[in-house]
């Protein structure tokens, strides 16, 4: 077995980049617990009454890239649920997904949700899992959202609906996190309509 290339072994040396890397993933966990912060469980419940609060996930290997995620409300039920998430993807991006079950009531309703979505400029994630990011992100298995009737359509192709948004890093750290906690908010409101 042999290294890579001949830049591996630079890489492997090179202390700054990992502690570099280290400090921003930091940076991204505390941010997260910050905009977490701002939506106490008791309020989730009063919006969504299966909520299960936030939580604050993060890994190394999601397709060979560094990842923090914040869910908000947690509620995954494949039938009711609902669920807001801000993926920070290394390499990808900062994105913000809204997933809700098959049968949410905000789906069957009179499609505010639906349409307050559109108006943010979400896209439907069409893959068979919302947990598909490399098809989602990368392969871009996204399209515009439509009326209520092809939203059913969608349903019976993907029992589940899932939005996404990608959001530019601002320069600024703390509009940064106005920017997720009014993304959030957004949706948040919008599910209550």
């Known amino acids: 077995m042999a290294y890579p290339d001949q830049s591996a072994l630079e890489l492997l040396s090179n202390r700054q980049l990992f502690e570099e890397i280290h400090q921003l993933k930091s940076f991204f966990t505390l941010l997260f617990s910050e905009v977490a912060n701002e ?3 008791s309020y989730l419940k009063s919006i ?15 397709e060979q890239c560094p990842y ?5 409300v947690r ?14 993807w290394w390499g990808r991006g900062l994105f913000v997904f809204a997933l809700l079950g098959k049968n949410n009531e905000n789906i069957r309703q009179n499609g505010s949700f639906i349409s307050g979505m559109r108006s943010q400029n979400y896209l439907l994630t069409k893959t ?3 947990w598909e990011y490399k098809k989602i992100i990368d392969q871009g298995c996204v399209e515009p959202i439509t009326e209520h009737d092809g939203i059913q359509s969608h349903l019976k192709s993907f029992e589940h609906l899932q939005m996404v948004r990608k959001i530019v890093y ?21 599910y209550t309509l």
């Open 48 to 62: 969504h009454h299966s909520s299960q609060g936030t939580k604050i996930s993060k890994g190394n290997e999601l």
């Open 170 to 190: 601002p320069e600024d750290d703390e509009i940064l996190k106005e920017s997720l906690k009014e993304q959030v908010n957004q949706i948040l409101e919008i």
């Open 68 to 72: 923090q995620v914040l869910d908000i």
């Open 75 to 88: 509620d995954f039920d494949k039938e009711s649920g609902f669920n807001v998430r801000l993926l920070n």
């Open 39 to 41: 939506f106490p469980p």
């Open 128 to 130: 068979a899992s919302p």
